[in-house]
């Protein structure tokens, strides 16, 4: 089965510590993973994928094809980083390639 | 400004009578879908569009209905909608579904109450 796994619901640091939140993908082709952020009363929108092997706002993401994991990592976590995340994985279903997402993980840096 | 607009943002209404959700966006994308977000289990893919008069069921689509005539809109029908509908709604759209490392752009929301 095609699934995302996001095991914390909820997720707590202290300002400047590091932070892990944890994606598993279970997927038999190639995956295409990416992590979107949802801050407080906004929209969803893409913080980083795969692919672009970047870091965005301090987040860096490798994908562990041998463990199918997807990790997000910031080493020194921001108040404003306080948000929902979400880790996606791009499927196929008929022609279209399309994400299914994990249940998220709602981040809180605590100052 | 690119984007994608839904309307209503909040709506509270009644067992039984028929609404409806509108999404549009202005940039010309191919592909165009509806999620439901719920606590605990994330976004779940309603209904999703490849195109126009191409449409198709995701992962929920009981209870709800869409149709893709133009190229921008895409609404979410709920013909007779039930409480367990209260949700948050989100619209995307991309690009195109035909190929990987595309971004999804999401709407605002709309947080639907169903009493």
């Known amino acids: ?111 | 400004e690119a984007q994608v607009t839904q309307n209503p943002r909040y709506l509270i209404t009644v067992t039984g009578k028929k609404l409806t959700v509108t999404c549009s966006q202005n940039m010309n994308h191919e592909y165009m879908s509806w999620y439901r977000q719920d606590p605990g289990l994330g976004l779940r893919q309603i209904y999703y569009s490849m195109n126009v008069e191409v449409t198709d069921k995701g992962d929920v689509p009981e209870g709800y209905k869409v149709s893709r005539k133009e190229k921008r809109n895409f609404p979410l029908i709920l013909e007779s909608p039930s409480p367990n509908q209260t949700s948050l709604y989100f619209c995307a759209s991309s690009p195109t579904a035909r190929t990987d490392s595309t971004e999804a752009f999401f709407g605002q929301g709309t947080r639907l109450t169903v009493v």
């Open chain 1, 1 to 111: 089965a095609q699934r995302v796994t996001q095991p914390e619901k909820l997720l707590s640091v202290f300002k400047g510590a590091p932070v892990e939140l944890k994606c598993n993908y279970s997927y038999s082709g190639s995956p295409e993973l990416f992590w979107y952020v949802q801050y407080s009363r906004q929209r969803l929108q893409l913080l980083l994928r795969h692919i672009s092997r970047e870091s965005i706002k301090g987040f860096t993401a490798d994908l562990n094809k041998g463990e199918t994991s997807f990790h997000l990592k910031k080493p020194f976590a921001q108040e404003e980083d306080s948000a929902m995340y979400y880790c996606a994985l791009k499927i196929s279903r008929g022609s279209a390639r399309q994400l299914t997402f994990g249940s998220g993980t709602q981040l809180t840096v605590l100052p």
